[in-house]
């Protein structure tokens, strides 16, 4: 439900232009609109939902966010105004919501189930991009674009209903979990000023933007970019950009099993973390490169869509390789403040959804080149965050002697060393949906 009222605006925004007149600019200023909201309330958030514990702040969260979407169509009515400001509340909703399942997997999943768990949430998160660049097309065109926003609230309503039945119930202890209890997050002082006077944090936080700079332009312009260059309708962008999503979905279990067969063959944590970023930034690069010579607006040659598509398709899945570099290291670093140290990063991952996505239309009106505008920026954001992280990045745990875990068996070893790869990435990875 998250991303499918994430990713359906990449794809209604192609009638919405035809209908209203938009420019590309306009088109980037609407999609970039749910990144306000998500970006203003992750640091919030993360204590909001220790505070009041993970089930009730999630139940709120699906509630705002579907209000939001269910008032598009009326607002579209009005102009981009009164329409950005509904997706900006559909990210005030969104952006509780990974603070708030973090909470409960962390408090009702053991470490030994923490990889499984990982698993299945963040495999929801992109089922809901597959399903809705699948879906939103022909929704539209049998329905209207309209259709896609009231379907998608609906089902939103249903969720939040039906939680309360479904939720695991919560206690007054909001920091324990599973077998073991943790210590309450809202009783603790967070570190805030260590954390942004460490390098590794930086790392963390300069990767998480240069990652999502490339994945949210990606998912707001894809469809489009296929729209206005190629003369795909709706249904056929959407479904042409599913292509790239499937890649990533397929290279999600490889990935982990890699990470965890090195550290348990004596790798330590840093090594690994850097080698998976480094992987995850490198080639997605290239793939940039490619697409931005490539492309038949601004590239050295005119290639099919087809060639375009098998690119990009190269470069979604190499950028899963992420999962086992910058999302894990939140953990690595604290497993105490993993939760406080994703609400900086993840604040600074939600920025590129700003900036990157309004400034590629406004970049396309003004060049009318998809080179510039879209590859170009992202492969330059790549190699930033490939030097910083490779630089500075760090395996080892910094904040915390002891993580409350250890008593289910597995450690997060510190200084890179022993323990189990699972407790390392735990549920905090999740918010990699973009964060």
Same mark, same amino acid.
């Given at each position: 439900?998250?991303?499918?009222?994430?990713?359906?605006?990449?794809?209604?925004?192609?009638?919405?232009?035809?209908?209203?007149?938009?420019?590309?600019?306009?088109?980037?200023?609407?999609?970039?609109?749910?990144?306000?909201?998500?970006?203003?309330?992750?640091?919030?958030?993360?204590?909001?939902?220790?505070?009041?514990?993970?089930?009730?702040?999630?139940?709120?969260?699906?509630?705002?966010?579907?209000? *939001?979407?269910?008032?598009?169509?009326?607002?579209?009515?009005?102009?981009?105004?009164?329409?950005?400001?509904?997706?900006?509340?559909?990210?005030?909703?969104?952006?509780?919501?990974?603070?708030?399942?973090?909470?409960?997997?962390?408090?009702?999943?053991?470490?030994?189930?923490?990889?499984?768990?990982?698993?299945?949430?963040?495999?929801?998160?992109?089922?809901?991009?597959?399903?809705?660049?699948?879906?939103?097309?022909?929704?539209?065109?049998?329905?209207?674009?309209?259709?896609?926003?009231?379907?998608?609230?609906?089902?939103?309503?249903?969720?939040?209903?039906?939680?309360?039945?479904?939720?695991?119930?919560?206690?007054?202890?909001?920091?324990?979990?599973?077998?073991?209890?943790?210590?309450?997050?809202?009783?603790?002082?967070?570190?805030?000023?260590?954390?942004?006077?460490?390098?590794?944090?930086?790392?963390?936080?300069?990767?998480?933007?240069?990652?999502?700079?490339? $994945? $949210?332009?990606?998912?707001?312009?894809?469809?489009?970019?296929?729209?206005?260059?190629?003369?795909?309708?709706?249904?056929?962008?959407? @479904?042409?950009?599913?292509?790239?999503?499937?890649?990533?979905?397929?290279?999600?279990?490889?990935? *982990?099993?890699?990470?965890?067969?090195?550290?348990?063959?004596?790798?330590?944590?840093?090594?690994?973390?850097?080698?998976?970023?480094?992987?995850?930034?490198?080639?997605?690069?290239?793939?940039?490169?490619?697409?931005?010579?490539?492309?038949?607006?601004?590239?050295?040659?005119?290639?099919?869509?087809?060639?375009?598509?098998?690119?990009?398709?190269?470069?979604?899945?190499?950028?899963?390789?992420?999962?086992?570099?910058?999302?894990?290291?939140?953990?690595?670093?604290?497993?105490?403040?993993?939760?406080?140290?994703?609400?900086?990063?993840?604040?600074?991952?939600?920025?590129?959804?700003?900036?990157?996505?309004?400034?590629?239309?406004?970049?396309?009106?003004?060049?009318?080149?998809?080179?510039?505008?879209?590859?170009?920026?992202?492969?330059?954001?790549?190699?930033?965050?490939?030097?910083?992280?490779?630089?500075?990045?760090?395996?080892?745990?910094?904040?915390?002697?002891?993580?409350?875990?250890?008593?289910?068996?597995?450690?997060?070893?510190?200084?890179?060393?022993? *323990?189990?790869?699972?407790? @390392?990435?735990?549920? $905090?990875?999740?918010?990699?949906?973009?964060?």
């Amino acid at each position: 439900l998250c991303n499918l009222d994430k990713v359906n605006m990449s794809v209604a925004v192609i009638p919405l232009s035809k209908t209203f007149g938009w420019t590309a600019s306009d088109r980037g200023l609407v999609s970039s609109a749910f990144f306000w909201g998500y970006a203003l309330t992750q640091i919030p958030a993360g204590y909001v939902a220790s505070t009041l514990g993970g089930s009730v702040v999630l139940a709120l969260a699906v509630a705002v966010w579907s209000v *939001g979407t269910f008032l598009a169509p009326v607002a579209a009515a009005g102009g981009i105004l009164p329409l950005s400001l509904t997706r900006l509340v559909v990210g005030l909703g969104e952006g509780f919501g990974p603070p708030a399942v973090t909470a409960l997997l962390a408090k009702h999943v053991p470490a030994s189930m923490r990889a499984r768990a990982v698993t299945v949430v963040f495999g929801g998160m992109e089922l809901g991009n597959v399903i809705g660049l699948l879906t939103c097309g022909p929704l539209i065109a049998s329905a209207g674009w309209q259709s896609i926003f009231y379907l998608f609230a609906i089902a939103g309503f249903v969720w939040v209903a039906a939680w309360p039945f479904l939720s695991p119930k919560e206690d007054n202890n909001n920091g324990g979990g599973g077998a073991s209890s943790q210590p309450k997050a809202g009783a603790q002082r967070v570190p805030y000023g260590e954390f942004l006077r460490s390098g590794p944090v930086w790392a963390v936080i300069c990767a998480h933007f240069c990652h999502n700079w490339g $994945y $949210y332009t990606m998912l707001a312009w894809l469809p489009s970019y296929f729209e206005m260059l190629f003369g795909a309708g709706a249904t056929q962008a959407g @479904q042409t950009a599913l292509i790239p999503n499937l890649a990533m979905v397929a290279m999600v279990p490889i990935v *982990g099993t890699v990470a965890d067969s090195l550290r348990r063959r004596g790798m330590s944590t840093t090594r690994v973390r850097k080698l998976a970023q480094g992987a995850a930034f490198a080639l997605p690069c290239l793939c940039m490169l490619a697409c931005a010579a490539l492309t038949p607006s601004g590239g050295l040659v005119s290639a099919p869509g087809s060639a375009i598509v098998a690119v990009l398709s190269l470069a979604f899945a190499m950028s899963t390789w992420s999962r086992a570099g910058l999302y894990c290291n939140h953990q690595d670093l604290s497993p105490k403040y993993a939760a406080s140290l994703l609400g900086i990063t993840n604040t600074a991952g939600a920025l590129p959804g700003i900036l990157g996505v309004w400034l590629t239309g406004r970049l396309l009106d003004a060049t009318g080149n998809w080179s510039l505008a879209l590859f170009l920026p992202i492969a330059a954001a790549q190699v930033l965050g490939l030097v910083v992280y490779s630089a500075l990045a760090s395996g080892e745990q910094i904040w915390e002697e002891h993580d409350p875990w250890e008593s289910d068996g597995v450690g997060v070893g510190v200084g890179g060393g022993g *323990g189990d790869g699972d407790g @390392q990435c735990d549920a $905090y990875v999740q918010a990699c949906g973009g964060g």
